[in-house]
């Protein structure tokens, strides 16, 4: 293997956990490609949160969803849950304001499983996060838990270099987990990124109990 191959392996295997010189260089790689920039504007575009919205992303990078979240929620709160110190920071200090203002807050933890003090939530939505999980349905009963009767959960999916699946695929699992979550009014869309960038929504019923 080459320097120039052993290098961009090192790189790609920081994106589950940034770290290090080498999750600076993937931290700085999910803040500047055009791709990223992108698929953090559509994210936000389908989520268009109501003024007062409580949120949580899982897996939050370098924070550029929230950061185009922000002038939407009014009066609401963002919360970014991150496993990575590194991105935490990197995501706090591009949303500073918001951080001072105290509308968003950085925290570190589990996508999976979130600190318990998260719960009756508007929209819980992610990234490219379940490819880390190493019990999906698991995760996504727990996450839609998390959500009032009403919330929204969104998963998002852009196959990485190192993808033996396709996004459809992957988006596929997805609904199977939602419908098993019970989660309804499940729908899939797909962004103009190359590749290309699926999500999949899910609401939790109103007649959920709380």
Do not use: C
Request: glycine fraction near 8%; proline fraction near 9%.
């Amino acid at each position: 293997m080459s320097i120039k191959q052993r290098i961009r392996s090192n790189v790609i295997a920081q994106f589950s956990n940034p770290r290090g010189i080498y999750g600076r260089i993937a931290g700085r790689i999910m803040s500047t490609r055009q791709t990223n920039v992108t698929r953090n504007a559509w994210i936000a575009e389908i989520l268009n949160p109501p003024p007062g919205a409580q949120i949580l992303e899982i897996g939050h990078g370098p924070g550029l969803a929230i950061e185009h979240l922000v002038p939407t929620i009014g009066d609401g709160h963002i919360t970014g849950l991150e496993l990575s110190p590194l991105m935490s920071q990197t995501a706090a200090r591009r949303n500073r304001d918001a951080v001072g203002a105290g509308s968003v807050d950085f925290r570190i933890g589990d996508s999976a499983n979130p600190p318990h003090d998260l719960h009756s939530l508007d929209i819980i939505f992610g990234v490219n996060s379940s490819m880390f999980w190493p019990d999906n349905q698991a995760a996504i009963s727990e996450l839609a838990s998390r959500l009032k009767p009403g919330g929204q959960l969104l998963l998002a999916y852009m196959p990485p270099p190192t993808a033996t699946e396709p996004a459809t695929t992957i988006a596929e699992q997805i609904v199977d987990h939602f419908t098993d979550a019970g989660l309804t009014e499940i729908a899939t869309q797909t962004a103009p990124t190359q590749p290309p960038t699926i999500a999949v929504t899910g609401t939790r019923p109103e007649h959920s109990a709380a």
